[in-house]
């Protein structure tokens, strides 16, 4: 199952049987109120949702409708909470500075930094760079997870660039990563979230991003330090993850802040996310007034 927010409203995505274009079933109209039109909400009865879209008969989908990817926002609009994870990849860890035994770090993005699909991010002043993550949604609520329980917690995946503005998240003492990568739109997501149920292997899915035609990252999320189910079981330890929470997972080599001159992104700059099973989330930058 694939779930979007189209114009704000939850959808289930589902190829045509005509032109193979992606078309839209909303959700409200499909299940006669049943469930509302908010797409965090359905979170809140994750469940209940799951089983009614699995029971979904395209008879009962008639007014499905094309739509345009630059028409979907966040998949998940309204974290509750967001948490994210620093070097969870060895060769990013190494090209960051630190050993590759480091333990990968937790930070969070501000929820005011979440945005959708092809949105519009006005760079502030500093060097703003990229990071291409898988992102994690948490369907039930979990605390003190068994690994073998973590999947069973999870709605869908989904695609995340945790932008960063480094001149503020490494200055001072102390580094400020949870402010430097809040900025507004610093948090994009999307196209959509799939199941796990999609995926032939949940656990090692091709990641990469791009600038214009140029490769700036590539791996896969097997090379993770710390697996999806790991995480959780770590976060969970300490925070209840409720249903809509969000977990960045941590992005592979390629930032821009280690390359050789260093490099970042650029009024102009169009940025493409993709990860196998998935799709392509695409970000665009303007400069910010004054800038």
């Keep these: 199952m694939k779930l979007a927010n189209l114009a704000g409203r939850a959808v289930l995505v589902q190829p045509s049987t005509g032109s193979g274009a992606a ?104 060097n703003v760079d990229w990071e291409v993550e898988l992102v994690v949604v948490i369907g039930r609520e979990a605390h003190r997870l068994e690994r073998e329980q973590a999947w069973d917690h999870v709605a869908g995946l989904t695609i995340g660039q945790d932008l960063s503005e480094r001149i503020t998240q490494l200055q001072g003492a102390a580094p400020q990563f949870s402010l430097g990568k809040s900025f507004p739109g610093f948090g994009p997501t999307g196209p959509w979230l799939v199941t796990p149920d999609e995926f032939v292997d949940r656990d090692d899915l091709a990641i990469s991003c791009r600038l214009s035609d140029e490769t700036l990252q590539s791996s896969r999320t097997s090379m993770m330090l710390y697996d999806v189910p790991e995480l959780l079981v770590r976060l969970s330890a300490v925070c209840p993850l409720l249903p809509g929470d969000i977990v960045f997972s941590g992005t592979p080599a390629g930032i821009g802040n280690r390359r050789t001159p260093p490099r970042f992104l650029a009024p102009d700059s169009v940025l493409v996310s993709e990860i196998e099973g998935i799709g392509t989330l695409t970000t665009r930058f303007t400069a910010a007034p004054g800038r």
């Design 23 to 126: 078309e839209a079933i909303d959700i409200a109209g499909a299940s006669d109120g049943r469930f509302g039109p908010d797409p965090q909400q359905l979170f809140d009865d994750w469940e209940r949702f799951v089983a009614w879209a699995a029971a979904l008969e395209r008879a009962d989908a008639a007014g499905a409708v094309s739509f345009e990817a630059t028409q979907l926002g966040a998949p998940v609009p309204r974290p509750r909470q967001v948490f994210a994870i620093g070097l969870n990849y060895a060769e990013h860890a190494a090209e960051a500075g630190y050993p590759p035994d480091a333990l990968p770090v937790t930070f969070t993005k501000f929820p005011s930094s979440i945005v959708g699909q092809d949105a519009v991010v006005e760079l502030p002043v500093g």
